[in-house]
Structures are given as structure tokens and as C-alpha cells.
């Protein structure tokens, strides 16, 4: 693989707080042009790394590039080209939308701040909203506010923290639409996010907990690496099945989904040892499906909770 | 009903209880504000308890003297015997003396005047002429007051001197209060004021600016963009030199109409120099703002930085009267320096020549809390 098509190269990044250990020997590449989802549960360590990326921690060890320069020694040229949207909403609130982007523009040395902070305006759907102060907006305007002053320097690469947390569904699929627009146009754009829907929506997605990259591929790919066998139950009473089937052995995740129940396993033997006893019951209708990507997730959080502190 | 009410009042005793213990274990985890209230009053108390002397002896004194003889010699040790005046300076010409009190390096120049043993021998009644800086009214007012002893002393030691012709002295001391000969308080205290008014708000101004940034979240977005902690600081104090500037002159204003202070010496220059003070004061104010982790916290560092500028910079009490030790803290802070610089202008027409030491000190003051500041100021959230 040619290295001009790498946008980020790191390996065995660590990083710790006050001695608890944050992010543990993290490797991963993303190439240009894709959409690369990050994802795992409170705490997993994904908003280091991608602080780490843009150079705004130090990593205590590891290396890597990002957009072709060292992380550690050439901060400067990745904060030129790096777009970073913080998980809180980081612009000023007191300014106007029209001085937010003024400012951005500034900052990033932009020629004509004023017309290019009129044209990410036009670009966002404000038009007539402009002097409204950020701090008035609602979420999904703040948060359609903050991607748009994030890509008015158009940087190679955005870093995208929870971006949609606490945005309603239309204001996400929207979203959305506007990264794969932005990645089609060659820009790359690494994301971290809880919601599964999303996850789907990535090219590649890595899925890190307590620290530690569990699993990374395409969809397709993580799934088939996590080898788990599922079943799903639907019928009456499945609440009741489910607590039975949590203490079985060779049951390594039970999820209700609505009215229905998946059961998964790594072995597939063992599973079906498990609910061999349920599984003549008539009122239950059992169908082995493929296991999807939240299954996976799951059962990956619940098996590195052993890691935890 | 009286159930319903002692219900009420144990409830809302109950809430207020809630809200105590929330209090304290909050103050427990801030430092600095534990601390700001346990060591700083004690600190404090004993610093200016010690530092503050308004009576003060051993003011800086010049001396201007054209002839070496036991009769100067006598009038010289007869001043420096009440204790008040030192001599620290021996000054040539007229103009040297005069430049030392304009500049505030001296608050008195003893001037004999030339062919001064034979005027007394004669019976001639020469003046011995005292100048005191009266700028600040209190430090010349007890000196001056204890001159009135020192030509019996001084006879009294040179005995080839007839002590008194029919009960009239054999020289005369000539005292010359100048800047405010009136000592109008106003006049000593409206110069200051300028500089304390300016520190005060300067330091506010940019003592929250860095950390109002870190607690509403738009340092790390601000920290992710291509701008370096040089130009934040710049960024950050170049409109309150403005705005500075015009409370600067606002306050000029109303001391020339209200308060009739005169301004002997050049408008520019005070404007020049108090551009300068404001300067450096916002760098100190930016300089905590890196330090702090909260803006309560960078209020109080601002609040226990301006006190001793209050009390220790000449402003509320005589600088010369402060032990050694003081005085050096006095000399480090740029409030001390500009105080000289107003009341030298304002009040003494001291030209830029005066005030080099003044302002050099305001400059190197800035410049260090500059560099302090951008090496404080976090460049990652490490």
C-alpha cells in the first residue's frame, strides 16, 4: 500500500493519568478518504486517542503519524490540517454564529474570513440566523454549527468526538449525510460514537474498551472475527427465559430486543447444550440468525470487564 | 398547625443542613481557597503589621555643599542626629539635587550655600536651605518638624561659635516644601489613586481570561487550532490596553476638574507611561489566569496580589518608611514604580530623564510575567 494513501499510522500508543492507564498499546491505520468509526463505552480511552491524534496529549509511549507527520514532534502541521470537534460543545457561546466562524477563520489564516464564514453559513442552512448567538442554538444546530466551523478550514482529516450525542434522529441522519458527502470528496474522517446505527454507517470501525483495541476491520470483518454463534427467541415470557439462560454455562451474552431475545456464544457446542432444554418448549420459536454488530459489541464489553481498573 | 410548622422547620433546617455539608467538602477540595483562608490573613497581618510605619526616619536625603569645614560638618551631623533625614546622596550641582527629587530617589536635599562658616562668624545669619519632596505630605511633615532642634545642636558642637547674639540664631534654616506646599491631600493621594483604580481593574480584566476559556470548554477546541500561547496572550491583551488607556483618562480628567491636581510636566509622557503600567499589569493579571485552575481561584490570587500594592507601594503609607525587606517587595511591584511616575509628573514636572529607572522597572516587570505566562500556559491538556 502506497504511504501517501495512509491518513493515520499509530502503534503501541499508551497513555496514562496520575498512574491509572488510559489507553494501552493502541495500534490502528485509517486510510484516506474512509470513514473510520471508533467505538466502546464510557471511559474506553477513545477521546485520548483522539486527543493524542491532534496533538493536544503527549503520548507517554508509542508512535505513529498522522497526515504524514509525527505526532509527537510535528503537532503544528496536524493542527493546521486536522479538524477536531470536541464532545462539548467548544465555541463560544456568547458570539454569534457569523463571529464563530469569522474566528475560525482567522485563526486558520484563511483569506477573506468574512466571505468564508458567509459561505459556511449558506453551506449550513443559517441563512437569517447568523447573529443568533451560539449559545441560543439547539443541540442539533449547535452540533451541525460546530462540524461546519470543524471543515471551514477544509482539512485533510476530521476527528469527530461523540458528535451526535444528545441529537435527535433527523439531526443524526442529516449528519451523516454530510460526512459520507465530506469522505466521498476525499477527506477523512475518524469518529467515535455509542450508537450501533452509526457504527453501520463507518467504513471500518475499531471497537476499544478499558484501553485496549478489542477488534478493528469492516463490519463484516468484526463480526466474523468474534466467531459467535446467536439465536434468537421470540415468544411470550422471554424476561423470564432470559434470567435462566444468563446463569448458563456456554451463554456468553443475553439481549432482549423488543419482544424477542438473542442468545450468543463463542461455543458453538456449548450454546446449544444451553438452550437445548428451552428449546422444545412450543410457545418459543428459536432461529439461529447471524450475530449482529451490537451482539459483538456486547459480548466484547462483557468479556474485557475483567480489565476494568 | 403547630406540628405542620416544627414539620417546616425541620425540613428547611434539614435542607440547610444538606447544603452546609455540601459547602465544606466542597471548600475541602479547593486548596487554594482552604489556604487563602488559613495562611493569608496570618501572612498578611504580619507583613504589613511590621512593613507599615508612618512616622518614618532615615528618609533618603542629598546633600549640596560647597565647603568642607567642623561648621558643615557640625549642621550635617545635627540633621543626621535627629534620626530623621540620611544622607545617601552628595550632589555637585543644584540641578543634580533637583533631578534626585524629581526622580524620587531622595525625598530632601540640604543645600549650604557657598561661603556659609564665614556668614555665621560674621554675624551675617546665613539660610541653610532644606528642599522636601511634600508630594507625600506625611513623610516630610515629621522631618521637617524636627529641624527646629538642629541649629542649637549644631553650634552647640562647634564651640568656636558664639551660640546666640542676644538670643538670635546664628544661621537660619530655610525650609522649602515643594510639589504641594500647601499639603493637600488630594494632591497626594489623586496621582495614586490613578495607578491603584488601574491595577485593580487591569488584573480582573485578564486575570479570568485563560481560565474562563478552560471552564466553558473552549480552551480544548482553541487548543486544537494552529494559534500558539504567544499570540493568545497578545490576542487576549491587546484590547484591554484600550480600554485601559480610557479609564486612564477618564480619571485624568476628573483629576484636573475636580480635584485640581496640576500636571507640571508632559501630558504625553503620563499618557506613554501609564500605556506601559497597563501593560504590565494585564501581563501579571494573563500571568495568574495560566496559574489558576478556576476563576475563583484566579480572583483570589488577584485580590492577594493587589493588597500589598495597596500597602506597600508607597500609595496609602511612606515607601522610604518601610524596613529594607519591604521596600524590596515594594520594588517589585509595578505599582510602586508608576506611583512615582504620576506623582512625578503630576506634581514634580519630572521630565522622561527623571523617570528612566521607573520605567525600566515597569517594563522588566512585564516582561517577566510575560514569560512566565506563555511558559505556564498549557499547550496540551497533559
Known amino acids: 500500500m502506497p504511504a501517501a494513501e495512509v491518513a493515520i499510522e499509530v502503534e503501541g500508543l499508551t497513555k496514562s493519568f496520575s498512574g491509572k492507564v488510559v489507553v494501552k498499546n493502541l495500534s490502528m491505520r485509517v486510510m484516506k478518504g474512509q470513514i473510520y468509526g471508533f467505538l466502546g463505552p464510557n471511559g474506553s480511552g477513545k477521546t485520548t486517542t483522539l486527543r493524542m491524534l491532534c496533538g493536544l496529549l503527549t503520548p507517554d509511549s508509542g508512535k505513529g503519524t498522522a497526515l504524514g507527520y509525527d505526532i509527537r514532534t510535528n503537532s503544528d502541521a496536524i493542527k493546521r490540517r486536522v479538524g477536531y470537534m470536541t464532545q462539548r460543545f467548544s465555541l463560544y457561546q456568547d458570539l454569534s454564529i457569523r463571529e464563530n466562524l469569522e474566528f475560525v477563520a482567522r485563526v486558520y489564516g484563511l483569506d477573506a474570513p468574512e466571505q468564508r464564514a458567509r459561505e459556511a453559513i449558506t453551506r449550513l442552512g443559517l441563512n437569517g440566523r447568523e447573529e443568533q448567538l451560539a449559545g441560543e442554538l439547539s443541540g442539533g444546530w449547535k452540533q451541525r454549527l460546530a462540524l461546519g466551523a470543524c471543515i471551514l478550514p477544509q482539512p485533510s482529516l476530521l476527528l469527530l468526538d461523540e458528535p451526535t450525542a444528545g441529537v435527535d434522529p433527523k439531526a443524526r441522519r442529516e449528519f451523516w449525510a454530510e460526512i459520507h458527502k465530506l469522505a466521498a470528496e476525499g477527506m477523512t474522517v475518524l469518529v467515535s460514537t455509542h450508537y450501533m446505527d452509526e457504527a453501520e454507517r463507518c467504513h471500518e470501525i475499531a471497537y476499544i474498551a478499558y484501553g485496549t483495541l478489542l477488534a478493528q476491520g469492516t463490519i463484516q470483518e468484526v463480526i466474523a472475527q468474534s466467531r459467535l454463534v446467536t439465536y434468537t427467541v421470540s415468544g411470550p415470557d422471554v424476561a423470564e427465559l432470559a434470567e435462566k439462560l444468563a446463569k448458563a454455562p456456554g451463554v456468553d451474552m443475553v439481549a432482549p430486543f423488543g419482544a424477542s431475545l438473542h442468545v450468543a456464544g463463542r461455543d458453538e457446542e456449548a450454546l446449544e447444550a444451553a438452550i437445548a432444554p428451552y428449546g422444545r418448549e412450543p410457545k418459543w420459536t428459536w432461529v439461529r440468525t447471524p450475530p449482529s454488530l451490537e451482539d459483538v459489541f456486547i459480548d466484547l464489553m462483557s468479556a474485557s470487564k475483567d480489565n476494568f481498573q | 398547625m403547630s406540628t405542620l410548622a416544627q414539620g417546616w422547620r425541620s425540613g428547611a433546617l434539614m435542607r440547610a443542613w444538606a447544603m452546609l455539608v455540601k459547602e465544606f467538602v466542597q471548600l475541602k477540595r479547593d486548596r487554594l481557597t482552604f489556604g487563602t483562608m488559613i495562611f493569608i490573613p496570618v501572612v498578611q497581618l504580619l507583613l504589613f503589621g511590621y512593613a507599615i510605619n508612618t512616622t518614618p526616619r532615615n528618609l533618603p536625603t542629598a546633600l549640596l555643599v560647597y565647603e568642607d569645614n567642623d561648621l558643615t560638618r557640625s549642621v550635617i551631623a545635627a540633621l543626621s542626629n535627629t534620626s530623621y533625614f540620611h544622607m545617601t546622596h552628595v550632589a555637585r550641582t543644584e540641578a543634580e539635587m533637583d533631578h534626585w527629587l524629581r526622580s524620587g530617589t531622595v525625598l530632601f536635599g540640604v543645600e549650604i550655600p557657598p561661603g556659609f562658616e564665614r556668614s555665621v562668624r560674621r554675624g551675617d545669619r546665613p539660610a541653610v536651605l532644606v528642599v522636601a519632596d511634600a508630594s507625600d505630605p506625611v513623610a516630610a511633615g515629621t522631618a521637617l518638624g524636627a529641624l527646629e532642634g538642629v541649629i542649637s545642636t549644631a553650634l552647640g558642637r562647634d564651640r568656636g561659635i558664639p551660640e546666640t547674639v542676644q538670643s538670635v540664631p546664628a544661621f537660619e534654616i530655610r525650609q522649602h516644601r515643594r510639589y504641594n506646599p500647601a499639603a493637600v491631600t488630594s494632591l497626594n493621594i489623586v496621582p495614586g489613586l490613578l495607578g491603584t483604580i488601574l491595577t485593580m481593574t487591569m488584573l480582573i480584566f485578564t486575570a479570568l481570561s485563560v481560565t474562563r476559556e478552560i471552564e466553558r470548554g473552549t480552551m480544548e477546541s482553541l487548543l486544537a487550532m494552529p494559534i500558539k500561547p504567544l499570540e493568545i496572550m497578545l490576542g487576549k491583551i491587546a484590547p484591554y490596553i484600550l480600554i485601559g488607556f480610557i479609564q486612564a483618562a477618564l480619571i485624568v480628567v476628573f483629576a484636573l476638574v475636580l480635584f485640581e491636581v496640576p500636571i507640571a510636566g508632559s501630558l504625553i509622557l503620563l499618557a506613554l507611561l501609564s500605556t506601559l503600567f497597563i501593560a504590565a499589569n494585564l501581563s ?99
Do not use: C
Open chain 2, 284 to 382: 501579571i493579571g494573563y500571568t495568574f489566569s495560566t496559574i489558576a485552575e478556576n476563576q475563583l481561584q484566579a480572583i483570589q490570587m488577584s485580590f492577594m496580589f493587589f493588597l500589598p500594592n495597596i500597602l506597600l507601594s508607597g500609595f496609602m503609607f511612606p515607601f522610604a518608611g518601610m524596613p529594607r525587606w519591604a521596600q524590596w517587595i515594594g520594588e517589585a511591584l509595578p505599582l510602586t514604580h508608576y506611583i512615582r511616575i504620576t506623582r512625578g509628573i503630576m506634581l514634580k514636572g519630572a521630565t522622561m530623564q527623571d523617570l528612566v529607572a521607573e520605567t525600566l522597572a515597569l517594563a522588566f516587570l512585564m516582561l517577566v510575567a510575560m514569560t512566565i505566562a506563555v511558559r505556564r500556559f498549557r499547550r496540551t491538556l497533559d
